[in-house]
């Protein structure tokens, strides 16, 4: 085996050569090696803890985007723009919910996207069945401070995921490929 200049190493067999690149991350991690008390799970709740107070603000951020999606609608009616501004701010919400201290919204957001998402033909949405969604995800968040907030969030996004089961059952019913997608348990928890 010789060594190179750049403390690479290359071993010589008859038939090959294999060559071991140096490597520059044992030395980063050498160097930058966290002390043996350090926990990276407890930084990353330290700060996430240090950003809980905008979390609410965030929330509300994303709120805001999901009405401008559904006026946008209301505006201008459902093209590719409008149907991805809609499912894409209620995507968020539901991958941010549990992050932000908001987790029983998360379902009723979850209920939007798959509206949108299993619509055929999303000029055919009812635009009320939006409004619903809407109007829901803004008074989980809005009354989230409530002791029965979480059991109020439970029953409304029980609801919706009925309606919206039922309003995609009709829509996709010559589309049985579709039917067992919709017709599968949510896999978001419940709160």
């Not at 700060?47 to 951020?61: Q, Y």
């Not at 999303?122 to 109007?135: A, G, I, K, S, W």
């Amino acid at each position: 085996m010789r060594m190179t200049d750049d403390s690479s190493s290359v071993a010589v067999f008859a038939d090959h050569e294999v060559i071991k690149p140096p490597n520059g991350l044992r030395k980063a991690v050498a160097t930058g090696a966290a002390a043996a008390d350090d926990d990276p799970i407890a930084r990353a709740e330290k700060a996430l803890a240090d950003l809980s107070s905008e979390f609410s603000n965030w929330m509300d951020l994303e709120c805001e985007r999901l009405d401008a999606a559904r006026n946008a609608i209301k505006k201008t009616g459902f093209t590719p723009k409008t149907k991805d501004a809609l499912f894409h701010a209620a995507h968020d919400i539901k991958g941010e919910a549990a992050t932000f201290g908001y987790p029983a919204v998360a379902s009723a957001a979850d209920s939007l996207c798959r509206l949108v998402e299993y619509t055929p033909d999303v000029t055919r949405l009812p635009v009320t069945l939006v409004d619903q969604h809407v109007d829901a995800v803004r008074a989980i968040i809005r009354e989230y401070g409530r002791s029965d907030a979480a059991d109020l969030a439970r029953m409304l996004t029980q609801k919706l995921r009925e309606v919206t089961d039922e309003f995609l059952a009709g829509a996709n019913s010559g589309r049985p490929d579709v039917l067992g997608l919709i017709q599968a348990p949510s896999m978001i928890p419940q709160p």
